[in-house]
């Protein structure tokens, strides 16, 4: 019916489903470099009559990332704007070894508590068990199930603790936060640590692994996290990393192929 077949593979390794259809695209959107050696040398992904074609994109975001306005955020959080804010982010569905890591360290975190605030987005099914962990904290916070408007409440963050799957670290780098990266451990091509590594060696993220023992994994977050909350300049500098990074265009560039390769039809 030549109807043109594109697929957009956003982390750095393809997952099955794409190795298997990439023989029938006419195109592939990456939105990493590296990710071009899975298509083009190997010929088990290659197209009857060559490699199969790619183009380097970067990650298609919702259209809020074009400009975030973080005053949105601090309006509908109610957020202190006199205090810098540490977002904790699981992605939507939460990240119980995060929660837990990071509720173990509130004592420490009370230390900050004149100049730093919390916004703590728990995963809906974890947000009661994680609210009572926090009781007399001294440090403000928000403890909060979801929150829907991303990029403003990502702009409106001075550090972030989170996942790194290959949407969450285009979302980081789009709204140019700096964050601490803790991939999750499990996935056999442990490729959120891959999609982290790209912030790293831009230099706008650090990685902490999800260490099985909780004692070790808290104790190697709140070294990094101490540091980068009284390292202004630090944050700074990462934040500017974030920029040479993202892409928040990606989705236009998209449309903008498509709509070419369907006019040439």
């Given amino acids: ?38 298509f083009e040398r190997k010929p088990a992904l290659s197209l009857s009559n060559g490699n199969v074609k790619v183009a380097v994109v970067g990650c298609p975001l919702r259209s809020g990332f074009a400009g975030p306005d973080p005053s949105e955020a601090i309006k509908q959080l109610d957020l202190n704007p006199d205090k810098r804010t540490l977002l904790i982010t699981g992605a939507s569905s939460g990240a119980q070894s995060i929660n837990k890591t990071v509720c173990s360290l509130l004592n420490e975190l009370d230390a900050f508590a004149d100049d730093w605030q919390i916004v703590h987005l728990t995963g809906r099914d974890n947000q009661e068990e994680v609210s009572r962990k926090y009781g007399d904290a001294k440090i403000e916070h928000k403890v909060i199930g979801y929150f829907d408007n991303m990029p403003s409440l990502l702009a409106a963050a001075d ?54 023992d909780e004692k070790d994994r808290a104790e190697w977050l709140w070294e990094e996290l101490e540091e980068l909350m009284k390292d202004k300049v630090k944050r700074e500098q990462m934040a500017e990393a974030c920029r040479t990074v993202g892409r928040p265009d990606a989705a236009l560039k998209i449309a903008e192929k498509l709509i070419a390769m369907t006019g040439s039809r």
């Fill in 159 to 212: 550090l972030l603790i989170g996942r790194s799957g290959a949407v969450s670290i285009a979302e980081y780098a789009a709204a140019a936060v700096p964050s601490i990266c803790i991939p999750y451990p499990h996935h056999k091509d442990r490729h959120q640590y891959l999609n982290a590594g790209k912030l790293v060696e831009a230099g706008a993220a650090i990685v902490v692994d999800d260490l099985p």
């Fill in 1 to 38: 019916m030549k109807i043109p077949i594109v697929l957009i593979n956003v982390d750095i390794g393809p997952g099955r489903a794409n190795r298997m259809l990439a023989r029938w695209a006419d195109e592939v959107f990456l939105q990493f470099e590296e990710t071009s050696g899975y």
